[in-house]
């Protein structure tokens, strides 16, 4: 199964896809690391991100995206324009999309039994979180029955 696993910040989604086969974890080179939304008020832009980003899973045959959760309010609250990708991300036909939390990701890291040094993956250092995201994702349902292998 391959998993895209994106990080919301500001008008980027940052991504990182990953695959696991027989326990063992794949990380393909991508064409682009993060999609922007130039300007969220314009309508068309917005349907111009989410087909790019509808067309680059597709292109990399991503069978689910998880999406790192944001606080809907106080200090560490996601932005307005960061919701409105996830909306558009969320409403991708034939995608199957889930928000993890930000502590669920930090519980599944720390029971992993797997250590991958974030360093030795080749990916770029924006590019942690999503990867953190899809890794935790992995650790969660590798003992569960309906694992995502």
């Known amino acids: 199964m391959k998993i895209c696993g994106v990080e919301l910040k500001g008008n980027d989604a940052i991504?990182?896809?990953m695959s696991r086969e027989?326990?063992?974890y794949d990380i393909p080179?991508?064409?682009?690391q993060k999609i922007s939304l130039s300007d969220a008020a314009d309508a068309e832009q917005v349907q111009r991100f989410q087909f790019t980003f509808a067309k680059l899973m597709e292109d990399y045959?991503?069978?689910k995206v998880v999406i790192?959760?944001?606080?809907?309010?106080?200090?560490?609250?996601?932005?307005?324009?960061?919701?409105?990708?996830?909306?558009a991300i969320q409403l991708i036909k034939d995608l199957p999309v889930e928000i993890i939390s930000g502590s669920t990701i930090k519980k599944s890291l720390?029971?992993?039994q797997v250590d991958i040094d974030f360093r030795d993956t080749g990916l770029?250092?924006?590019?942690?979180?999503?990867?953190?995201?899809?890794?935790?994702?992995f650790e969660q349902t590798a003992f569960n029955p309906n694992s995502a292998e």
């Open 68 to 87: 790192r959760g944001r606080a809907l309010k106080g200090k560490f609250s996601g932005g307005p324009v960061g919701f409105k990708l996830e909306a």
């Open 22 to 24: 027989n326990g063992l």
């Open 15 to 17: 991504v990182c896809i």
């Open 61 to 63: 045959k991503v069978d």
């Open 29 to 32: 080179h991508l064409r682009v």
């Open 110 to 112: 720390a029971k992993s």
């Open 124 to 137: 770029k250092q924006y590019q942690e979180s999503a990867f953190e995201t899809v890794f935790s994702y």
